[in-house]
């Protein structure tokens, strides 16, 4: 069975701060993916990074990077440059490429950005 | 713009009472999911179709039953037998390959009134 921890319920850094959210998954499967949505107050999902478990190069996006540790299982998530943009929660999720490839979540950090 | 509604916004369920949650995607996806959202938890999984006409049962489907009869709506109905339906809800679609991210909509709020 797949599951993903956040051990990190809350964060809160200052504006233009880099901050690092921690995950860490367990799967026996070897061919799965890694990704970080954000929830804003919205309360929208929306996709901010994704890693393929096959790939030891580190997935980047813009201000968001990820450095993916796979014998750790691990897959936190940077974030370069603060924005208050970019306080929500933040969910580590994973899913494998065999069966039902179902999408399993950790349980989310809270990131606060303040001015 | 090609997306996911979700409806009501809000909802509210007597007791005993079964109500409807509305998925509608534009976005041409075999697969549609359904998250039940609690507070300080992440997104868990209640119903999943991958194709029309089919759907299998997630982590919670207790309570839940949904239909997949049209390829762009996946309707939840929470059923009396959920005793603690207070959640956010929240429905999903995607392609259906793995490494394709999940498209969500915008939640619906249901409380027992």
């Known amino acids: 069975a797949q599951t993903v921890t956040q051990s990190q319920p809350e964060m809160s850094v200052q504006e233009a701060e880099t901050v690092t959210l921690s995950c860490t998954y367990d799967?026996?499967?070897?061919?799965?993916?890694l990704f970080w949505y954000k929830q804003p107050p919205s309360r929208q999902m929306i996709l901010v990074i994704r890693?393929?478990?096959?790939?030891?190069q580190n997935a980047t996006e813009n201000r968001f990077s990820v450095n993916f540790q796979k014998a750790a299982k691990s897959f936190s998530l940077k974030i370069s440059d603060s924005q208050l943009g970019d306080t929500a929660m933040y969910f580590c999720?994973?899913?494998?490429?065999?069966?039902?490839?179902?999408?399993?979540f950790g349980q989310g950090t809270r990131l606060t950005i303040n001015p | 713009d090609g997306g996911i509604t979700q409806s009501p916004k809000y909802l509210f369920r007597k007791e005993g009472q079964n109500v409807t949650l509305s998925c509608e995607q534009n976005?041409?996806?075999?697969?549609m999911y359904w998250y039940r959202q609690d507070p300080g938890q992440g997104l868990r999984l209640i119903y999943y179709?991958?194709?029309?006409?089919?759907?299998q049962k997630g982590d919670i489907a207790e309570g839940y039953s949904v239909s997949r009869e049209k390829k762009e709506s996946f309707p939840l109905t929470v059923t009396s037998a959920q005793k603690n339906p207070t959640a956010f809800y929240l429905c999903?679609?995607?392609?259906?390959?793995?490494?394709?991210?999940?498209?969500f909509g915008d939640g619906t709020r249901l409380s027992i009134l």
């Open positions: 179709s991958q194709i029309v006409n089919d759907f």
């Open positions: 976005l041409n996806h075999d697969a």
């Open positions: 890693q393929e478990a096959y790939k030891q």
């Open positions: 999903a679609s995607s392609d259906g390959r793995a490494w394709q991210p999940q498209h």
């Open positions: 799967t026996s499967e070897s061919n799965y993916y």
């Open positions: 999720a994973s899913v494998i490429i065999q069966g039902a490839q179902k999408l399993v």
